[in-house]
């Protein structure tokens, strides 16, 4: 399935390899003046090969808009838009053809199709984020309307780990290193990291944390449209997520209740909490506190050294994968988890309106 | 929204102090001979009040089929039951009506609605899970014709925890001690701390895992439909959970790609992995491996300890509550993860015949 | 599929001789008072046996609500309900299991699903309808606070049909007399030629106009959610409706644009057209003028006359029906035609509000 | 909402006078070797300016493909595709950008939306349907698989109508003439009619027959989605269409259920029916009979009449209005009803994969 939302559907589609990757995002309020600059912006955020950390496939990723648009302006009609594919060694992937790479899709989708664009992963590939992005960009735009604010910054490298809460950082400086972590010191250490696993022809995982404020009370539905529950679904939908968390998340197994409820206390005239560890979510539902979740991301399996596995023919053979490899993708994708976070809560936002 | 699942799909209704609780599932198999022992037993495992370590509310809670049903055989009509609603003490909350509990969903539900069925939290009680126990017992009747078959088990209370693999344990055993731990002698340490939480007045959390087995290469789609995230997204739904991983999970943050990687490899004509730190899914499909994960469950904020909030007239005041609540919810909600797991599989296969 | 709705979601269940009909509305707004009356007074309409024109199964068809009420008061839940089935004859139809009745669902049941309850056509009957009358109901209630009303009548029974623009006609006097026809002179005949039908155990047709009066301009949303398209889908999923035609209608075949155009003036600082062809929607939106369609009813195909069909085993064999039959359900469907009316109506408004 | 389908979801974006017009077609069955020629020929029944009897605007209509295949066949992955948009004149919209042409939906979308794309009608054209033929035509080449067959045809113009039954007519004779009509003396009059209102500035409308053959039993489904409600639907979503009947239709109005029940036989070990006034929909559900209905088609608004109107600055003023119109588009529909039914059927086929 390829399209994602109810009240604010994103439809994407292209390969890896293909001429394009696009979307079309429906839904998407009447008289927005898209501004094209910030969501080029967002593209070069998740774009590759603009540091030694990331894979040097170069994406000059434009993209453009061909329906929903009217001089400047959103029409209430789907917009659609293309970012074409650049830079393509579909070569690098002619002699993998008959090979599966280990903890790719490639075994999965030729299992589930009967056939495989085995170029770069085809529509498994990463590349295809990129269109979230875009549409992501675009429900940013109108959620700053209300101030509604969605910042995510680099919060662990491998054993390199920011220890503190979010609100102890500046997450407006997250940009200021190639590793976006808000706390340059440990940024050196995670760029330091990052460089050795690439040395070593490897890949590292970390975690990404994401903040989102100025959320108004009341977005998010019961029971099965909880606003966790949605953004859990959005976030395991991003290619190399392994884990979702929010609030006091994993950390609460060990805790009482009477450590982790949030007291309710009166704040000039407006009910607040006095902690937050239900990460601004009760019931499903925001309460108008910060709403903040963490996500695993595991390295890429696209390395350089030797693995084991088998062919299409089912003989077990060894794979010395050739192509340009991000030796760590956490930094990438904090646009994308940034994106589907905004598509989200747009989309609870949408259905908060109905309600009125 | 009150509806999971595309091809399966189950709508719930009812509140916590209502007449009863009930769902609708339609697209059920027409032809399945329904198992009413097994899906009683499900409920039973579910229910409240069968040892010390859970709430003392009394509730039969025998399903009651109304619809969907002709001799006991599925008709492909919408499957529509009810478990009533027994044992209700709503003069227990007629005290509390106008304080919000912190970290419960009363503040929040009357700033969605402008109402509040205050009675036990009305709709976003945990009474409601009762119901996808039912559809999920009818998932798993289905799915066991495939051989598919879905376990789950506490694997921490506290800061007592398992910690090997889940191939280590006997799951078939899970149903022996109360806390429904497959290791004796973590089980007694669970309860003992359990009950001592009991007797503080307060709650504790805990986490559980859950084993998908003998599943089918193929379930699942890509980009929006990713197995894990329509597993993330069920889990997520559910009333306490903080927190959903799956394979290596957040592991896989300081591991290395060629320490996770699952190398592909022949048995006995199969094409399998060597490990399986993919969780049983690439590319968000199912490769034929087992699918685990692991939920994060928090402690239930009801406790009678006194705690400080704010009245519906926006004055800070002091709860003191009544009511009967478990000190430790993790167990009650093991027949729960299983059931949304269930619902979920069961949609994707039905995804994938459409496919043949 | 038992769900109908975008934004409005009613769900349906129950057979014809199982232990009740219910439903599941889902979306509905809270902080309504619902008007129990008004609900049960559309039932009565709906209801068969109040004349000698109808059926003489006897339903006193009392609607319980389970869920999404507290206090009378809807609060966001979902709104459950039953009607209990009762005067069920089920014996009527055990001589018939073996035999599919022709034109009704019987065998493409059988085929489809395998299995079939062939008490009195199971979840094909239009026993069903009446969970469609509440959920309507409830919705005609919401959308009376914009001052939307919905009326429809019977236009056409067998050859007798009105002539004149539903303009002429006093709507408010349709309950006036049992064919449900705003002119007495017709229903009159209409009456006679319903007895007459009746004495040959046959049964016969007609026709329904409804008109949705004050919509406000911008319901209905472009392509494939166009008004006429979500209203043609509701009539169409009524039982025995064959044909929808809005405005115009198949009248407009023959007629030159220019003696269809509606041409727009300004009446009272209002944009309005002078006539209305269109049926009050342009590009599939209201444009504040009376929406008003028609549907073709056919006659219910259970009549007591002998009939050539086949058995269940493959024989041809001749069905002798018994069981207690409408000799025309034109004027118990005008509720229902309403109630669809009103399911896409208010789930149009709903949609409305998300764009503001 | 611009995506139509729940098994074979299909997501048209554009607008008549911008770049380009395209679709998305998601859930389409892998491994299905596409027959280009064939989709232009879909193209090419649709694209105007083919005959005297329709716009002057010229366009090549070549349909690109960026999505979803690989080697020419399809992968399971999201088919994407564009039209371009060619000889566009806005320059003739210019002046009209501030007048609402009647019965068109210029008044409704800036209503609505509160901005609008008056160039060509932008969304609400017509020539959004070009995507609907790509996207029907690969339905079909797939429905083909299965020997059903979907074949529409011209049954009236204006007061020109054929009389006999689909049956007496070779519709493989249709493309014969430029009216689509099969029975070439009243193409003729057909055409007469045609090219004298198209002298007089105006506009005609028609009726389409369309009838779906070699279809197996257990399509639809019962309640919200029979088959019927799915067609009416789909048809009622395409630009002109006032109305649509099947079977029978408005003729089982003045018909008695005796006249009109289809008496069941069996025929070669196959259970038929006798007649067809069901027109292959029992229930909701396809008897395996054919399927057949009629929708009546209005004449497109736009003539170059001069015609009062209203201005965006609310004034009264009359247009005259200039642009390449189509005098009768009837037959140019005829394709888009046959892609939009094939939609439907393969959509209902997908969902009967899934009970198997």
Redesign the interface.
């Known amino acids: 399935?390829?399209?994602?939302g109810?009240?604010l559907?994103f439809?994407?589609?292209?390969?890896s390899h293909?001429?394009?990757?696009?979307g079309?995002l429906?839904?998407c309020?009447?008289?927005l003046v898209l501004d094209m600059e910030a969501i080029n912006d967002e593209l070069r955020r998740r774009r590759p090969g603009h540091s030694s950390l990331s894979s040097m496939r170069k994406e000059s990723d434009s993209v453009e808009f061909?329906?929903?648009l009217?001089q400047g302006?959103?029409?209430?009609?789907?917009?659609?838009f293309?970012i074409k594919n650049e830079d393509c060694h579909p070569q690098d992937y002619e002699r993998m053809k008959d090979m599966?790479r280990?903890?790719?899709?490639d075994?999965?989708?030729l299992?589930?199709?009967?056939?495989?664009?085995y170029r770069g992963g085809?529509?498994?590939s990463a590349r295809?984020t990129a269109t979230r992005v875009v549409a992501g960009a675009i429900a940013k735009q109108w959620l700053s309307k209300w101030g509604i604010k969605i910042q995510a910054y680099t919060s662990?490298i491998?054993?390199i780990a920011l220890e503190k809460d979010y609100k102890e950082y500046d997450l407006d400086s997250v940009a200021a290193n190639p590793v976006c972590c808000p706390l340059p010191e440990k940024a050196m250490l995670m760029q330091d990291l990052i460089e050795q696993?690439k040395n070593?022809g490897?890949?590292?995982?970390?975690?990404i944390t994401c903040v989102i404020a100025n959320l108004p009370?009341?977005l998010g539905?019961?029971?099965?449209?909880?606003l966790?529950?949605?953004?859990?679904?959005?976030?395991?939908?991003i290619n190399a997520v392994?884990?979702?968390?929010?609030?006091?998340?994993?950390q609460?197994?060990?805790?009482?209740?009477?450590e982790?409820?949030?007291?309710?206390?009166?704040e000039k005239?407006r009910?607040r909490?006095?902690t937050n560890?239900?990460?601004g979510i009760?019931?499903?539902?925001?309460?108008g506190e910060d709403v903040y979740f963490r996500v695993?991301?595991?390295?890429?399996?696209?390395?350089s050294?030797p693995?084991?596995?088998?062919s299409v023919q089912?003989?077990?053979c060894v794979l010395q994968a050739k192509g340009r490899h991000d030796p760590c993708i956490v930094p990438r994708a904090i646009p994308v988890v940034e994106a589907m976070a905004a598509l989200v809560i747009a989309d609870a936002m949408?259905?908060?309106?109905?309600?009125?």
Not at 260 to 266: G, W
Request: a neutral charge.
């Open positions: 399935m390829n399209t994602f109810n009240y559907r439809t994407s589609f292209g390969e293909g001429v394009m990757v696009g079309v429906d839904g309020p009447a008289g061909v329906s929903g009217f302006v959103t029409t209430g009609a789907p917009i659609a293309f599966f280990p903890s790719h899709a075994y999965t989708y299992m589930k199709y009967g056939v495989r664009d085809g529509r498994s295809e662990q491998g054993h696993v070593e490897d890949a590292i995982g970390g975690t009370v009341g539905s019961p029971v099965f449209a909880k966790q529950a949605q953004l859990a679904w959005a976030m395991l939908s392994k884990g979702f968390e929010y609030g006091s998340g994993f609460c197994v060990d805790k009482k209740a009477s982790l409820n949030d007291a309710f206390c009166m005239g009910v909490t006095q560890f239900s990460g009760q019931g499903g539902i925001s309460n695993a991301i595991k390295p890429t399996p696209s390395i050294k693995q084991n596995t088998v089912g003989e077990e949408k259905q908060r309106l109905t309600e009125q």
